[in-house]
Structures are given as structure tokens and as C-alpha cells.
């Protein structure tokens, strides 16, 4: 399977604690995309990077986040402290962008988050 | 500010029929339009795609149509099949770095 994974699929924690989920974009592609989904909206952009570099975060994107991407491959988003508020579906997607390419991105399955 | 609307919750469609669901944006800047249908418990699939240049794209049962003046562009589905029962969400960007999705369209094809 050469699609976007994530993991884990699933997580549960308790408020207070810090989680971290994986990201492995498709691998020709040289730009990453953290979003979040909560009941009923779509997609919500967090944060991208092209290659190792973060070049744009959200402003939904509070301190307690932080995302990597260390060798331009696999990235990670890490939650710190989480609140009962940060239940949702974390979506990444990956694409390819170059001069004359118009970006299409492709996503994950995702990961829900519960924190209780 | 939801820059990206679907104003349709939900739509209910006959099998074999067209559907065509619908999605506003505000931005006159966005250039690059896209359609994602999602089924539960995965991540959004591609769909179909259109530059600001053109006003039609067609592929296969799904053709895409964009009216700049109206900021509006729908999707068609011709003819409809139950497997295309799914959420389907809009997409637009500026230049093609953050693209902004609608809240999405639920469609039943009822066989």
C-alpha cells in the first residue's frame, strides 16, 4: 500500500496528558498537511511543511501543538496537555508540489482522538 | 469565517439520476477548486479538480463546473450509483498553499 498512513487509528487519553501521532506521507511527495476534523465541519488546516521546513501554522494552532517533520519524510504532531476540547479527527494528507504541477492532496485515515 | 460553504447538509438522490451538489466561496483569490468524497472512518478521497481558467472539468460519471462571477461551483454525478453514497466536501486555494474545505454534503443514492 503506497497511500498515506497514520497512526494509531484510535486514542484515547485522559485530559492533562500529552499524545503524539505519526504521519507517512506518500513517498515522491514533498509536502505535508496536519488537519483536524470535528463533528459536522470539514477539514480544518493546522499546519504544512515543504520538505523539513513548517512553513505555515494556523492560528488554531495553540503552543500546546508542535509538528515535525525531521528528514522531510514521516512527520509527527504532538498535543501537550490535552483538553476535552482537542477531541477530533487529526487528518494528514501529503503532495507533491512543483513548478509547473497544480497540487492535489492526498489523505490519511486519520486519527481520532478522545480525551476524556 | 468560513470562506468555503456547502449549504446543503444533505441530499437524497435516486439511483441513476443526477446529483449535483453545491459549494460557495468568498475568496476571489482562490484559483484551484477540488472535490473530496469521504466515507465513514476514512480520510477524504480526491475526486475531481478545476483551475480558475477553465468552467468544466470532466471525468468519467463526475464533471465539475465553476462560475468565477458567482463564486459558485457544483459537482454532477451522472448517473448516480448507492457506492456513491458518501460526504462529499469542496475544497479551494490561493496560490495552492492552505486549501479551505467546506462543512460538506451527506448524499443518499437510494436504489
Known amino acids: 500500500d503506497t497511500g498515506v498512513s497514520q497512526n494509531p487509528r484510535h486514542k484515547i487519553t485522559k485530559r492533562g496528558q500529552n499524545v503524539t501521532f505519526r504521519c507517512d506521507p506518500i513517498?515522491?511527495?514533498?509536502?505535508l498537511y496536519w488537519y483536524r476534523q470535528t463533528l459536522g465541519q470539514g477539514p480544518e488546516f493546522l499546519t504544512y511543511?515543504?520538505?523539513?521546513?513548517?512553513?505555515?501554522k494556523s492560528r488554531l494552532l495553540s503552543d500546546r501543538f508542535s509538528a515535525e517533520r525531521p528528514k522531510g519524510s514521516f512527520s509527527t504532531l504532538e498535543i501537550q496537555r490535552t483538553e476535552q476540547g482537542d477531541s477530533a479527527m487529526y487528518l494528514c494528507?501529503?503532495?507533491?508540489?512543483?513548478?509547473?504541477?497544480?497540487?492535489?492532496?492526498?489523505f490519511g485515515p486519520g486519527t481520532r482522538l478522545l480525551v476524556l | 469565517d468560513q470562506q468555503v460553504k456547502q449549504n446543503s447538509p444533505s441530499l437524497s438522490v435516486q439511483e441513476g439520476r443526477i446529483s449535483i451538489l453545491n459549494c460557495d466561496y468568498t475568496n476571489s483569490m482562490f484559483d484551484y477548486f477540488l472535490w473530496y468524497k469521504k466515507y465513514p472512518a476514512e480520510g477524504p478521497t480526491f475526486l475531481i479538480s478545476?483551475?480558475?481558467?477553465?468552467d468544466k472539468n470532466e471525468d468519467g460519471r463526475f464533471t465539475v463546473f465553476l462560475n468565477k462571477s458567482a463564486k459558485h461551483l457544483s459537482l454532477h454525478i451522472v448517473p448516480s450509483q448507492p457506492g456513491d453514497s458518501a460526504v462529499y466536501f469542496c475544497a479551494a486555494s490561493a496560490g495552492g498553499n492552505q486549501f479551505y474545505f467546506g462543512t460538506g454534503t451527506s448524499l443518499t443514492v437510494i436504489p
Open positions: 511543511f515543504q520538505n523539513e521546513a513548517q512553513l505555515e
Open positions: 513517498s515522491e511527495h514533498n509536502r
Open positions: 494528507a501529503s503532495s507533491f508540489k512543483g513548478l509547473a504541477v497544480r497540487e492535489t492532496q492526498y
Open positions: 478545476i483551475s480558475s481558467i477553465k
